[in-house]
């Protein structure tokens, strides 16, 4: 089936404004995580979403992000009042969930804060 | 804090050679590691997992996994131009939440 799907593949926005970042996961996996990747540096956390239970917000950098995943399918990432230092790569990932399985990646949002 | 460590390199190795890439983890309870690829501007994709102390191969890629001193390695032999990369080694925890080091930026020179 398809993999991990993200949109936009690209966002331009001005400082100040909000953006979402959608991510559609693999169909049956239950858990979905979003990161962020800065230019030339590693995977950085931040959230976990799994089943229904409560999501892992702790890798999540200030109030202005936000995150939901609505029917445990689709998630949106949601940067409000966007700093400069919010442009990264956004990438999302989803999982079975099953023990020892592996997360496959979406091919990321590139935001741009101007 | 469960932690994942790499040396970011760049490692340099030539064409033909063997790569040797390395990788430590804090928390013993980790029940599963990974090993992916992510060539510039792309996203991350699977290579290899082991879950068993030992060796595991597959094609020119070995992993190898020892638990008593939470190390996990990745051998690349008959390095190619094509496996110019960096690689990210993952840690999987018994809560399904996955562990990233800072990965190693790895240079095949023809």
């Known amino acids: 089936g398809a993999g991990v799907s993200q949109s936009p593949s690209n966002k331009v926005t001005e400082k100040g404004k909000d953006v979402e970042l959608r991510c559609d996961p693999i169909?049956?996996?239950?858990?979905l995580y979003w990161y962020r990747q800065s230019l030339g540096q590693g995977l950085e956390f931040l959230i976990y979403f799994q089943g229904n239970s409560a999501p892992d917000k702790s890798g999540l950098p200030s109030d202005r992000f936000s995150a939901e995943r609505t029917g445990g399918s689709v998630s949106t990432l949601t940067i409000q009042r966007t700093q400069q230092e919010d442009s990264a790569v956004y990438l999302c990932?989803?999982?079975?969930?099953?023990?020892?399985?592996?997360?496959?990646f979406g091919p990321g949002t590139r935001l741009l804060v101007l | 804090q469960k932690e994942v460590e790499q040396n970011s390199g760049p490692l340099s190795v030539p064409e033909g050679a063997i790569a040797s890439l390395n990788c430590t983890y804090s928390d013993r309870g980790s029940q599963s590691f990974f090993w992916y690829r992510q060539y510039s501007g792309k996203s991350p994709e699977l290579i290899m997992f082991?879950?068993?102390?030992g060796d595991k191969e597959d094609g020119r890629f070995t992993a190898q996994l020892n638990k008593a001193s939470q190390y996990v390695s990745l051998l690349i032999r008959d390095s190619q131009p094509s496996d110019s990369a960096t690689y990210l080694c993952?840690?999987?925890?018994?809560?399904?939440?996955?562990?990233f080091g800072t990965g190693t930026s790895l240079t095949v020179i023809p």
């Open positions: 993952a840690v999987k925890d018994t809560g399904n939440q996955f562990y």
């Open positions: 990932a989803s999982s079975s969930g099953l023990a020892g399985e592996t997360q496959y």
């Open positions: 169909s049956g996996h239950t858990a």
């Open positions: 082991i879950y068993s102390n």
